[in-house]
């Protein structure tokens, strides 16, 4: 049976969630799912944009045809061409033959890439600015590339001002039949699958974020639909400004996250007492996590969002723990800047961790490292307290 809702007169959220889902790309675990969101428009021509994921295509070929309710499919905008949004492309082409798709340049060599199908006289090729009028509304393209493909592109309509704004604004979970943001608790119950899900996916193209957020100063926006989570129709500045600092790379709050690795307790003891050293010195935002237990994709969300950051981590075969070293990687492949960073070492024979940790954090760009590192030999012992204490005393001057 199809499943959609209206989200204006003639607009139609005709997507799927997928709840069995365990990783997003099979790298990022989902605890609640992930939504495929996909927008019918019924004008005087048909506009579908963007298609879904194979998991829900089953739903989603429903959907379309019931919203369709007896009409034929006359376009397909394809916003972007990852295979979540794409996959069921060649079942479209197959249910209505004389479907046209609206992409850009980028477009349709990717449709070729992942398709057999003949484009021959199915392309509309359109770039910056273009518009396309479908009865009623006049359709007017953004090209918005390496957010976070090459080929993707937002489709603004100008009559009644929403932007199908691609993966941007786009979020983990799936949606509970609630699509819109007002008809959630979006702080509450989303933001952190959403900074995760930006961080993690979108996070190293903060830049082309930055000129899409521009392009979209001079738009009068009244809606955002985005291909993952909730519909933005109210509030559209608290998620824009999410936006606009992630990808400026300012942290979200002054506050600390230790992020440590421990095989037998000892550096994890280290990093214990300097969380407690810093509430002592009046820090009440301290978040800490085990990394061994925590996906990086969680670290990743954390550190856009901390100002400060204290890694600890024991030496490992003459280098860094592997969990640790793995965390770092994607720090810098995510291109994380502005953050004030303390490192923590261990070592039983030749503690190298607090120089190597230190090394990779200086290759990054616009990192602060503390010069109060602390390196210790196997245990904690009563002289690295003092150092401890300084350490939490220069992180407290500056979170405070
Ligand atoms: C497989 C393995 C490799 C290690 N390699 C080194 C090393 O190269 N240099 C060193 O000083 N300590 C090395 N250590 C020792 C640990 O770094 C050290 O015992 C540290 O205190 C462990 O901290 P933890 O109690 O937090 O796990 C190694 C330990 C293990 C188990």
């Given at each position: ?45 048909t ?76 392309k ?6 273009d518009?396309?009028?479908?009865g ?19 489709t603004y ?8 704004c ?56 009244q ?29 979200e ?28 010195e ?119």
């Amino acid at each position: 049976m199809h499943c959609f809702r209206k989200v204006t007169d003639d607009l139609y959220w005709v997507g799927g969630n997928d709840r069995r889902i365990e990783l997003f790309e099979n790298i990022f675990p989902l605890s609640d799912g992930v939504s495929y969101n996909s927008y019918l428009l019924l004008d005087e021509k048909t506009v579908l944009i963007d298609s879904a994921d194979y998991a829900v295509g089953r739903q989603f070929l429903e959907n379309v045809k019931a919203a369709l309710d007896g009409r034929s499919l006359d376009y397909l905008i394809v916003n972007h061409m990852e295979p979540d949004h794409c996959a069921m492309i060649d079942e479209l082409v197959l249910r209505y033959p004389d479907m046209q798709i609206i992409g850009n340049a980028k477009t349709f060599p990717m449709i070729s890439q992942f398709f057999d199908f003949d484009l021959e006289g199915k392309k509309v090729i359109v770039k910056e600015g273009d518009t396309f009028s479908t009865g009623k509304h006049t359709l007017h393209f953004v090209m918005a590339p390496m957010v976070h493909w090459p080929e993707v592109m937002m489709t603004y309509d100008e009559t009644d001002k929403i932007l199908f704004c691609a993966d941007a604004f786009g979020t983990f979970k799936a949606l509970n039949g609630n699509i819109f943001n007002d008809e959630v608790d979006f702080d509450r119950d989303w933001l952190d699958e959403a900074r995760r899900y930006y961080t993690n996916i979108v996070g190293k193209y903060g830049m082309q974020v930055q000129s899409v957020l521009k392009k979209a100063a001079g738009l009068d926006i009244q809606m955002l639909c985005p291909l993952h989570g909730p519909i933005w129709r109210t509030d559209l500045d608290y998620i824009i400004g999410k936006y606009d600092k992630w990808s400026r790379y300012e942290p979200e709050e002054k506050g600390v996250m230790i992020a440590y690795a421990s095989m037998y307790g000892n550096t994890e003891n280290m990093a214990e007492i300097l969380a407690n050293l810093l509430a002592e010195e009046g820090v009440k935002n301290i978040c800490m996590h085990n990394i061994s237990k925590t996906h990086v994709s969680e670290l990743i969300a954390d550190s856009f969002k901390y100002s400060h950051i204290v890694l600890a981590a024991p030496t490992y075969n003459n280098g860094i723990y592997p969990l640790m070293d793995n965390y770092l990687e994607d720090m810098k492949a995510l291109a994380l800047k502005n953050r004030t960073i303390a490192v923590l070492g261990n070592g039983s024979w030749a503690p190298q961790s607090t120089k190597l940790i230190s090394t990779k954090i200086s290759e990054m760009k616009d990192m602060s490292l503390m010069v109060a590192n602390v390196t210790i030999k196997s245990s904690v012992k009563d002289e690295q307290m003092e150092e401890l204490k300084s350490l939490a005393r220069q992180i407290a001057e500056e979170v405070l």
